[in-house]
Protein backbone atom coordinates (compact mmCIF):
# COMPACT_ATOMS: atom_id res chain seq x y z
CA UNK A 1 0.00 0.00 0.00
CA UNK A 2 1.16 3.68 -0.58
CA UNK A 3 -0.33 7.21 0.12
CA UNK A 4 -0.86 9.56 -3.07
CA UNK A 5 0.26 13.18 -2.74
CA UNK A 6 -0.40 15.93 -5.49
CA UNK A 7 1.46 19.38 -5.54
CA UNK A 8 0.15 21.67 -7.91
CA UNK A 9 -0.56 19.59 -10.48
CA UNK A 10 -2.20 20.50 -14.04
CA UNK A 11 -2.85 19.11 -17.88
CA UNK A 12 -2.62 22.25 -20.00
CA UNK A 13 -3.40 21.44 -23.95
CA UNK A 14 -1.80 23.07 -26.66
CA UNK A 15 -4.96 24.43 -28.41
CA UNK A 16 -4.88 26.79 -24.44
CA UNK A 17 -7.80 24.64 -22.77
CA UNK A 18 -7.02 23.18 -18.96
CA UNK A 19 -8.09 19.71 -18.52
CA UNK A 20 -6.89 19.83 -14.78
CA UNK A 21 -6.47 23.15 -12.57
CA UNK A 22 -3.66 23.36 -9.82
CA UNK A 23 -4.47 20.69 -8.04
CA UNK A 24 -3.03 19.85 -4.87
CA UNK A 25 -4.23 16.99 -2.26
CA UNK A 26 -3.32 13.91 0.04
CA UNK A 27 -4.67 10.97 -0.14
CA UNK A 28 -3.75 8.87 2.58
CA UNK A 29 -2.08 5.23 2.85
CA UNK A 30 -5.36 2.50 2.52
CA UNK A 31 -7.77 5.13 2.00
CA UNK A 32 -10.80 4.75 -0.61
CA UNK A 33 -10.64 7.96 -2.41
CA UNK A 34 -13.76 8.64 -4.95
CA UNK A 35 -13.35 11.44 -7.58
CA UNK A 36 -16.44 12.54 -8.09
CA UNK A 37 -18.30 15.03 -10.33
CA UNK A 38 -20.17 15.94 -13.34
CA UNK A 39 -19.07 14.51 -16.68
CA UNK A 40 -15.97 16.14 -18.39
CA UNK A 41 -14.59 17.70 -14.82
CA UNK A 42 -11.35 16.07 -15.36
CA UNK A 43 -11.95 13.07 -13.09
CA UNK A 44 -10.59 10.53 -15.75
CA UNK A 45 -7.73 12.89 -17.22
CA UNK A 46 -6.19 13.31 -13.23
CA UNK A 47 -6.45 9.53 -12.67
CA UNK A 48 -4.71 9.01 -16.00
CA UNK A 49 -2.21 11.07 -14.59
CA UNK A 50 -1.58 9.59 -11.55
CA UNK A 51 -1.13 5.88 -13.45
CA UNK A 52 1.47 7.73 -15.77
CA UNK A 53 -1.31 7.64 -18.97
CA UNK A 54 -1.48 11.21 -19.38
CA UNK A 55 1.36 13.65 -19.50
CA UNK A 56 1.82 15.97 -16.54
CA UNK A 57 2.23 19.96 -17.56
CA UNK A 58 2.95 20.93 -14.10
CA UNK A 59 3.29 19.51 -10.41
CA UNK A 60 4.29 16.74 -9.05
CA UNK A 61 3.06 13.19 -8.29
CA UNK A 62 4.40 11.15 -5.49
CA UNK A 63 3.24 7.64 -4.68
CA UNK A 64 4.81 6.38 -1.19
CA UNK A 65 6.91 9.59 -0.83
CA UNK A 66 8.14 8.36 -4.09
CA UNK A 67 8.11 11.61 -7.20
CA UNK A 68 6.67 9.35 -10.37
CA UNK A 69 6.33 12.40 -13.11
CA UNK A 70 9.05 10.43 -15.04
CA UNK A 71 8.11 6.40 -13.91
CA UNK A 72 6.22 4.49 -16.74
CA UNK A 73 3.28 3.26 -15.69
CA UNK A 74 4.19 -0.28 -15.09
CA UNK A 75 7.12 0.87 -12.45
CA UNK A 76 4.90 3.03 -10.39
CA UNK A 77 2.90 0.57 -8.32
CA UNK A 78 -0.26 1.10 -9.82
CA UNK A 79 -2.88 -0.73 -11.06
CA UNK A 80 -5.63 0.18 -13.71
CA UNK A 81 -9.04 -1.02 -14.40
CA UNK A 82 -11.19 0.76 -17.16
CA UNK A 83 -14.77 1.30 -17.36
CA UNK A 84 -15.01 -1.47 -20.48
CA UNK A 85 -13.29 -4.41 -18.91
CA UNK A 86 -10.76 -4.62 -21.19
CA UNK A 87 -9.48 -8.32 -21.47
CA UNK A 88 -6.98 -10.26 -23.83
CA UNK A 89 -9.44 -12.21 -26.05
CA UNK A 90 -6.74 -14.96 -27.37
CA UNK A 91 -5.94 -15.45 -23.52
CA UNK A 92 -7.40 -17.61 -20.80
CA UNK A 93 -9.31 -15.92 -17.96
CA UNK A 94 -6.25 -17.72 -15.96
CA UNK A 95 -3.82 -16.18 -18.62
CA UNK A 96 -5.15 -12.67 -18.54
CA UNK A 97 -4.99 -13.02 -14.46
CA UNK A 98 -1.32 -13.77 -14.62
CA UNK A 99 -0.04 -11.62 -17.73
CA UNK A 100 0.98 -8.93 -15.90
CA UNK A 101 2.54 -11.09 -13.45
CA UNK A 102 4.50 -12.44 -16.02
CA UNK A 103 5.59 -8.85 -17.08
CA UNK A 104 6.62 -8.26 -13.62
CA UNK A 105 9.01 -11.08 -13.46
CA UNK A 106 7.33 -13.46 -11.34
CA UNK A 107 7.88 -17.16 -11.31
CA UNK A 108 5.68 -19.29 -12.42
CA UNK A 109 5.02 -21.05 -8.85
CA UNK A 110 4.43 -17.54 -7.65
CA UNK A 111 2.00 -16.68 -10.72
CA UNK A 112 -0.03 -20.03 -10.12
CA UNK A 113 -0.68 -18.82 -5.98
CA UNK A 114 -1.19 -15.03 -6.73
CA UNK A 115 -4.17 -16.60 -10.08
CA UNK A 116 -5.57 -19.15 -7.60
CA UNK A 117 -5.72 -17.08 -4.66
CA UNK A 118 -7.17 -13.87 -6.60
CA UNK A 119 -9.49 -16.22 -8.23
CA UNK A 120 -10.73 -17.71 -5.20
CA UNK A 121 -11.43 -14.30 -3.48
CA UNK A 122 -13.40 -13.07 -6.50
CA UNK A 123 -15.01 -16.42 -6.23
CA UNK A 124 -14.62 -16.75 -10.44
CA UNK A 125 -12.61 -20.01 -9.95
CA UNK A 126 -14.62 -22.15 -12.07
CA UNK A 127 -13.75 -19.52 -14.70
CA UNK A 128 -10.09 -19.62 -15.04
CA UNK A 129 -9.71 -22.34 -18.14
CA UNK A 130 -12.25 -20.00 -20.36
CA UNK A 131 -11.62 -18.08 -22.74
CA UNK A 132 -11.97 -14.72 -21.90
CA UNK A 133 -14.23 -13.66 -24.47
CA UNK A 134 -16.60 -15.89 -23.58
CA UNK A 135 -16.63 -14.34 -19.89
CA UNK A 136 -19.65 -11.62 -19.55
CA UNK A 137 -21.03 -9.28 -17.36
CA UNK A 138 -19.93 -9.33 -13.95
CA UNK A 139 -18.28 -12.12 -14.18
CA UNK A 140 -16.01 -9.86 -17.16
CA UNK A 141 -15.52 -7.00 -14.36
CA UNK A 142 -14.61 -9.33 -11.49
CA UNK A 143 -11.64 -10.53 -13.81
CA UNK A 144 -10.73 -7.49 -14.89
CA UNK A 145 -10.51 -6.11 -10.84
CA UNK A 146 -8.65 -9.76 -10.90
CA UNK A 147 -6.07 -8.79 -13.09
CA UNK A 148 -5.37 -5.46 -11.39
CA UNK A 149 -4.90 -6.81 -7.87
CA UNK A 150 -3.29 -10.12 -8.44
CA UNK A 151 -0.32 -7.91 -9.30
CA UNK A 152 -0.36 -6.50 -5.41
CA UNK A 153 -0.24 -2.54 -6.33
CA UNK A 154 0.23 0.16 -4.36
CA UNK A 155 -2.59 1.92 -5.68
CA UNK A 156 -5.80 0.35 -7.51
CA UNK A 157 -6.71 3.27 -9.75
CA UNK A 158 -10.52 2.32 -11.53
CA UNK A 159 -11.76 4.83 -14.03
CA UNK A 160 -15.77 4.70 -13.40
CA UNK A 161 -16.28 0.93 -14.02
CA UNK A 162 -20.04 0.85 -13.69
CA UNK A 163 -20.66 3.39 -15.81
CA UNK A 164 -22.94 1.27 -17.89
CA UNK A 165 -24.48 -0.97 -15.31
CA UNK A 166 -27.63 -0.28 -13.82
CA UNK A 167 -30.41 -1.69 -11.20
CA UNK A 168 -29.50 -4.67 -9.37
CA UNK A 169 -26.52 -5.79 -10.93
CA UNK A 170 -24.83 -2.34 -10.01
CA UNK A 171 -25.85 -2.70 -6.58
CA UNK A 172 -24.29 -6.15 -6.00
CA UNK A 173 -21.07 -4.82 -8.02
CA UNK A 174 -21.03 -2.01 -5.26
CA UNK A 175 -21.02 -4.26 -2.38
CA UNK A 176 -18.76 -6.85 -4.23
CA UNK A 177 -16.22 -3.76 -4.62
CA UNK A 178 -16.57 -2.72 -1.18
CA UNK A 179 -16.15 -6.18 0.39
CA UNK A 180 -12.86 -6.09 -1.87
CA UNK A 181 -11.27 -3.02 -1.02
CA UNK A 182 -11.87 -4.17 3.08
CA UNK A 183 -10.42 -7.31 2.56
CA UNK A 184 -7.09 -6.39 0.66
CA UNK A 185 -6.51 -2.81 2.54
CA UNK A 186 -5.32 -1.05 -0.53
CA UNK A 187 -5.42 2.60 -1.58
CA UNK A 188 -8.13 2.97 -4.04
CA UNK A 189 -8.43 6.00 -6.24
CA UNK A 190 -12.13 5.54 -8.11
CA UNK A 191 -13.62 7.80 -10.92
CA UNK A 192 -17.92 8.42 -10.81
CA UNK A 193 -20.08 10.69 -11.41
CA UNK A 194 -22.83 8.50 -9.24
CA UNK A 195 -22.74 10.93 -6.69
CA UNK A 196 -25.01 8.24 -4.54
CA UNK A 197 -22.13 5.64 -5.11
CA UNK A 198 -19.45 8.32 -4.07
CA UNK A 199 -20.99 8.56 -1.09
CA UNK A 200 -21.53 4.81 -0.68
CA UNK A 201 -18.00 4.02 -1.19
CA UNK A 202 -15.52 6.39 -0.62
CA UNK A 203 -13.73 6.82 3.18
CA UNK A 204 -12.96 10.09 1.12
CA UNK A 205 -14.46 12.17 -1.12
CA UNK A 206 -12.34 14.64 -3.66
CA UNK A 207 -15.25 16.64 -5.68
CA UNK A 208 -13.97 18.22 -9.24
CA UNK A 209 -15.38 20.57 -11.36
CA UNK A 210 -14.47 22.27 -14.88
CA UNK A 211 -11.14 20.77 -14.06
CA UNK A 212 -10.13 21.91 -10.24
CA UNK A 213 -10.90 20.92 -6.64
CA UNK A 214 -13.80 22.05 -4.90
CA UNK A 215 -13.67 20.26 -2.15
CA UNK A 216 -12.11 17.12 -0.24
CA UNK A 217 -13.08 15.10 2.80
CA UNK A 218 -15.51 12.12 4.97
CA UNK A 219 -18.60 11.83 2.77
CA UNK A 220 -20.43 13.28 5.99
CA UNK A 221 -17.80 16.40 6.28
CA UNK A 222 -18.94 16.79 2.33
CA UNK A 223 -22.50 16.12 3.01
CA UNK A 224 -22.83 18.25 6.02
CA UNK A 225 -20.73 21.48 5.34
CA UNK A 226 -20.63 21.60 1.72
CA UNK A 227 -18.20 24.48 0.54
CA UNK A 228 -20.20 26.07 -1.86
CA UNK A 229 -23.86 25.61 -3.30
CA UNK A 230 -22.39 22.97 -6.00
CA UNK A 231 -21.10 20.50 -3.63
CA UNK A 232 -24.45 21.19 -1.71
CA UNK A 233 -26.62 20.02 -4.86
CA UNK A 234 -24.95 17.39 -6.32
CA UNK A 235 -24.73 15.09 -3.01
CA UNK A 236 -28.18 14.82 -1.93
CA UNK A 237 -30.94 12.22 -3.35
CA UNK A 238 -33.36 13.95 -4.06
CA UNK A 239 -31.55 17.23 -4.24
CA UNK A 240 -31.32 20.09 -1.63
CA UNK A 241 -34.04 22.91 -1.98
CA UNK A 242 -32.54 26.47 -3.12
CA UNK A 243 -34.49 29.58 -2.55
CA UNK A 244 -33.24 33.06 -2.06
CA UNK A 245 -33.82 34.88 1.19
CA UNK A 246 -33.67 38.07 2.23
CA UNK A 247 -31.69 38.84 5.74
CA UNK A 248 -33.26 40.79 8.40
CA UNK A 249 -32.35 42.09 11.92
CA UNK A 250 -34.55 41.99 15.13
CA UNK A 251 -33.60 42.22 18.76
CA UNK A 252 -30.00 41.61 17.76
CA UNK A 253 -30.59 38.13 15.14
CA UNK A 254 -30.72 37.87 12.06
CA UNK A 255 -33.86 36.43 10.57
CA UNK A 256 -35.14 35.76 6.79
CA UNK A 257 -37.94 36.18 5.22
CA UNK A 258 -38.16 33.88 2.32
CA UNK A 259 -41.68 33.17 -0.17
CA UNK A 260 -43.61 35.14 2.03
CA UNK A 261 -42.68 33.27 4.92
CA UNK A 262 -40.51 34.83 8.05
CA UNK A 263 -37.76 32.74 10.16
CA UNK A 264 -34.91 32.83 12.22
CA UNK A 265 -31.91 31.70 11.72
CA UNK A 266 -29.65 29.55 14.22
CA UNK A 267 -27.58 31.08 16.66
CA UNK A 268 -24.40 30.42 14.89
CA UNK A 269 -25.74 31.18 10.99
CA UNK A 270 -26.84 34.09 13.03
CA UNK A 271 -23.58 35.42 14.27
CA UNK A 272 -21.64 34.62 10.76
CA UNK A 273 -24.45 36.54 9.10
CA UNK A 274 -24.46 39.56 11.57
CA UNK A 275 -20.48 39.57 11.46
CA UNK A 276 -20.41 39.44 7.78
CA UNK A 277 -22.58 42.36 7.00
CA UNK A 278 -25.42 40.39 5.24
CA UNK A 279 -28.42 42.18 7.13
CA UNK A 280 -30.61 43.62 3.93
CA UNK A 281 -28.78 41.71 1.59
CA UNK A 282 -30.10 38.88 -0.35
CA UNK A 283 -28.43 34.94 0.17
CA UNK A 284 -29.45 31.74 -1.00
CA UNK A 285 -30.47 29.13 0.72
CA UNK A 286 -30.47 25.56 1.01
CA UNK A 287 -32.53 22.84 3.08
CA UNK A 288 -32.44 18.98 2.58
CA UNK A 289 -35.85 17.26 1.79
CA UNK A 290 -34.93 15.50 5.22
CA UNK A 291 -34.90 18.56 6.73
CA UNK A 292 -38.27 20.03 6.59
CA UNK A 293 -41.21 18.39 8.52
CA UNK A 294 -45.10 18.14 8.64
CA UNK A 295 -45.56 16.01 11.84
CA UNK A 296 -47.60 18.28 14.80
CA UNK A 297 -44.38 17.58 17.06
CA UNK A 298 -42.00 19.49 15.12
CA UNK A 299 -44.44 22.41 13.59
CA UNK A 300 -44.19 23.08 17.42
CA UNK A 301 -41.06 22.44 18.06
CA UNK A 302 -39.91 24.62 14.96
CA UNK A 303 -42.76 27.03 15.58
CA UNK A 304 -40.74 30.23 14.77
CA UNK A 305 -39.38 28.50 11.07
CA UNK A 306 -43.13 27.56 9.58
CA UNK A 307 -43.42 27.88 5.88
CA UNK A 308 -47.07 28.21 4.31
CA UNK A 309 -46.68 25.00 1.53
CA UNK A 310 -49.29 23.63 -1.38
CA UNK A 311 -48.93 19.75 -1.61
CA UNK A 312 -48.44 18.79 -5.43
CA UNK A 313 -46.95 15.61 -6.01
CA UNK A 314 -45.89 12.33 -4.33
CA UNK A 315 -43.67 10.08 -4.66
CA UNK A 316 -41.72 6.93 -3.07
CA UNK A 317 -37.64 6.38 -3.31
CA UNK A 318 -36.59 3.35 -1.60
CA UNK A 319 -38.05 3.07 1.91
CA UNK A 320 -38.78 6.83 1.96
CA UNK A 321 -42.01 8.94 0.69
CA UNK A 322 -41.16 12.43 -0.90
CA UNK A 323 -43.77 14.64 -1.48
CA UNK A 324 -43.60 17.95 -3.91
CA UNK A 325 -44.63 21.09 -2.37
CA UNK A 326 -45.48 24.84 -4.18
CA UNK A 327 -44.24 27.52 -1.82
CA UNK A 328 -44.55 30.83 -3.49
CA UNK A 329 -42.62 30.67 -6.85
CA UNK A 330 -40.46 27.83 -5.57
CA UNK A 331 -40.87 24.36 -5.63
CA UNK A 332 -39.48 22.28 -2.38
CA UNK A 333 -39.27 18.21 -1.64
CA UNK A 334 -39.67 16.70 1.64
CA UNK A 335 -39.52 13.92 3.35
CA UNK A 336 -42.97 13.07 4.68
CA UNK A 337 -44.47 9.74 7.05
CA UNK A 338 -46.65 7.63 4.82
CA UNK A 339 -49.03 8.24 7.78
CA UNK A 340 -48.91 11.92 7.31
CA UNK A 341 -51.88 11.50 4.94
CA UNK A 342 -51.01 14.42 2.70
CA UNK A 343 -52.87 14.82 -0.39
CA UNK A 344 -51.94 16.82 -3.67
CA UNK A 345 -53.83 20.19 -3.56
CA UNK A 346 -53.43 20.31 0.69
CA UNK A 347 -52.83 23.72 2.15
CA UNK A 348 -50.47 22.55 4.95
CA UNK A 349 -47.96 24.74 6.97
CA UNK A 350 -44.16 23.13 7.26
CA UNK A 351 -41.13 23.12 9.76
CA UNK A 352 -37.79 23.92 9.30
CA UNK A 353 -34.90 23.00 11.48
CA UNK A 354 -33.13 26.24 11.79
CA UNK A 355 -29.58 24.29 12.63
CA UNK A 356 -30.29 22.41 9.10
CA UNK A 357 -30.42 25.57 6.93
CA UNK A 358 -26.97 26.16 4.61
CA UNK A 359 -26.41 29.55 3.54
CA UNK A 360 -24.60 30.78 0.80
CA UNK A 361 -23.54 34.21 -0.51
CA UNK A 362 -25.82 34.62 -3.15
CA UNK A 363 -22.91 36.19 -5.80
CA UNK A 364 -19.96 33.83 -4.79
CA UNK A 365 -22.37 30.94 -4.16
CA UNK A 366 -19.78 30.36 -1.23
CA UNK A 367 -20.69 29.00 2.35
CA UNK A 368 -21.16 31.63 4.65
Known sequence: MAGLLLKNVAKLYPNGGVGVKDISM???????????????SGKSTLLRMIGGLEDISQGDIYIGGVRVNDLEPRDRGVAMIFRNYILYPQMTVYENLAFGLRLSGCGKDEIHERVTETAKLL????????????VTGIDRYKVAVGRAVARKPKVLLMDDPMLCVDGELRREMREGLAELYRHLGV?????????????????????IRDGALEQTGTPEEVYEKPINRFVAEYFGDPAINVLEAMVGEENGRAVLTVAGSHGVFSEENSRRLLAAGYAGKEITVGVRPEDI?????????????????????????????????RVGSYTMKAKVPQSAGIRPGDEVKLAVDPSRVYIFDKDTQKAI
Open 293 to 325: HCEPECLERFSDNLIDACADVYETAGDAAYMSF
Open 26 to 40: EIADGEFAVLAGPAG
Open 187 to 207: TVIYVTEDAGEAMALGTRLVV
Open 123 to 134: EITELLDLPSEQ
